[in-house]
């Protein structure tokens, strides 16, 4: 799943389809006798996979990396993490990730990028005032939990350790497997809901990544690298 177009969304103007297919492959072994039987349970295959990443036309060059940014990182959870596939037999499938934490993760995501590209353009250029204007809209949106996703997942990845590779892979590794933003800091400047208002641990300030800025889904995948 992908971001919603929106007449009230001005930031998210691309969509993510994935899909998971499920095959029953049954294990063949023999009784007491030699003869050949067939296991009652068989084994439950999963094939996944991101079959198309939409963008709409007519965006500035800067927001169309923040839209792929974006839907690149729903399809590596698709991929990596997976939904639940709806077979009856399935034990090993994950619970569905809550709306809240997967547009979270993916905004946060698409937040770091832009901050990278702050960087890295010329201050008194056109891209610099576009994506100053697109973050301030990614804080503002009013359209679905997208502003308030950003705004948990920040407060809880913030702190005081420089960002690192290992801090985005142990971040993600917490959240995917509670279903839940870790704990954040006192001093945190976002405001969270009720999955984080309570003291604990927090990493880095909001910096950018040190994915190479040539590969607008390598922001993400570099740095997550489970």
């Given at each position: 799943s992908?971001?919603?177009?929106?007449?009230?969304?001005?930031?998210?103007?691309?969509?993510?389809?994935?899909?998971?297919?499920?095959?029953?492959?049954?294990?063949?072994?023999?009784?007491?006798?030699?003869?050949?039987?067939?296991?009652?349970?068989?084994?439950?295959?999963?094939?996944?996979?991101?079959?198309?990443?939409?963008?709409?036309?007519?965006?500035?060059?800067?927001?169309?990396?923040?839209?792929?940014?974006?839907?690149?990182?729903?399809?590596w959870l698709a991929l990596w993490r997976g939904q639940?596939?709806?077979?009856?037999?399935?034990?090993?499938?994950?619970?569905?990730l809550p709306e809240l934490i997967a547009e979270g993760l993916c905004e946060l995501a698409a937040y770091q990028y832009l901050k990278m590209r702050k960087r890295e353009v010329d201050r008194d250029s056109h891209a610099h005032r576009v994506i100053d204007y697109t973050i301030r809209q990614m804080f503002e949106n009013t359209a679905g939990c997208y502003a308030v996703g950003l705004k948990q997942a920040l407060g809880s990845f913030e702190g005081n350790e420089p960002i690192s590779r290992r801090r985005y892979r142990l971040f993600f590794e917490q959240t995917l497997s509670t279903g839940r933003f870790p704990r954040k800091i006192k001093n945190s400047p976002f405001k969270l809901g009720r999955d984080g208002d309570d003291d604990g641990d927090g990493a880095g300030g909001g910096g950018g990544t040190t994915a190479n800025a040539a590969s607008v889904t390598g922001a993400v995948i570099a740095n997550i690298a489970l």
């Open positions: 992908g971001a919603a177009l929106s007449g009230v969304d001005h930031v998210h103007t691309g969509e993510c389809l994935s899909s998971v297919q499920v095959n029953e492959v049954l294990q063949e072994g023999s009784n007491s006798g030699g003869s050949s039987v067939s296991s009652a349970h068989p084994d439950l295959i999963h094939t996944r996979s991101v079959t198309e990443i939409r963008i709409l036309e007519g965006q500035h060059l800067e927001a169309v990396g923040r839209t792929l940014v974006h839907e690149a990182l729903h399809g639940p596939c709806g077979h009856a037999l399935c034990r090993v499938c994950p619970q569905q």
